[in-house]
């Protein structure tokens, strides 16, 4: 196979729709450039919105952009776990909805440094294999604590009484690498929806869908670099 092409380069801002991969969303991105491609992190298939893709000679920026915080919007389901902690999972159990002082509580000990189990569904690599693949055999693991900062864990609206709340919208601001499923099961439930909404300087208002994508929209790698605050 000849070498990916160097040109055009640059950073789009993707809005990825639920359903597809991330993968599936660069390669997408590729077909249209014809250039060297890649990400900055990816989204789950069921999860929506801000996607970097890094195009031509721009993708060796790549680490200077991973690590950006992000933003989310998620409903989270409050009334069942599922053994993904989201929707493609299997309900795991039925659980009783908390009410607005016990919902607080949860989420009081949410905020700030948190360490909390990843996720059994996650691409992170047990003995040598991804864990979703133990997962998706059946094979139980016990798994790595991660360490993350949670900077704002807010209530938009909830669904169901004072005394008893079903879902709840959240909007969160996390360190790079933060699972917000994690943080779903923690509240003792499951991710209903996830919106990233933010990565760094870089918002949703500004991206394009997939479909719409076109090699003008492509961020100059001197511009992304200033913003994020790192010299060329």
Known sequence: MPPRALEPAGVALVDKPAGPSSHAIVAQIRRVT????????????????????LSGRTTKIAQCLV??????????????????????????ARLDPPGEPELERRLAALRGEIELPIPAASAVKIGGERAYR?????????????????????????????????????????????????????????????????????????????????????LPEAAVLELVGVSA
């Open 34 to 53: 014809g250039a060297r491609t890649g990400h900055a992190g990816t989204l789950d298939p069921f999860a929506t919105g801000l996607l970097l893709v």
């Open 67 to 92: 690590g950006l915080d992000k933003r989310y919007l998620t409903d989270v389901d409050l009334t069942s776990r599922t053994s993904t902690g989201d929707p493609e999972g299997a309900v795991v």
């Open 134 to 218: 133990l997962a998706r055999r059946g094979v139980e693991v016990e798994m790595p604590l991660r360490r993350s900062t949670v900077y704002a864990l807010d209530v938009i609206s909830y669904t169901g009484g004072p005394e008893a709340i079903a879902t709840v919208t959240l909007d969160l601001r996390v360190s790079s690498g933060t699972y917000v499923r994690a943080i779903a099961e923690a509240l003792g439930g499951h991710c209903r929806t996830l919106r990233r909404t933010e990565v760094g300087p870089f918002s949703v208002a500004d991206a394009v869908a997939p479909d719409a994508f076109e090699p003008a929209r492509l």
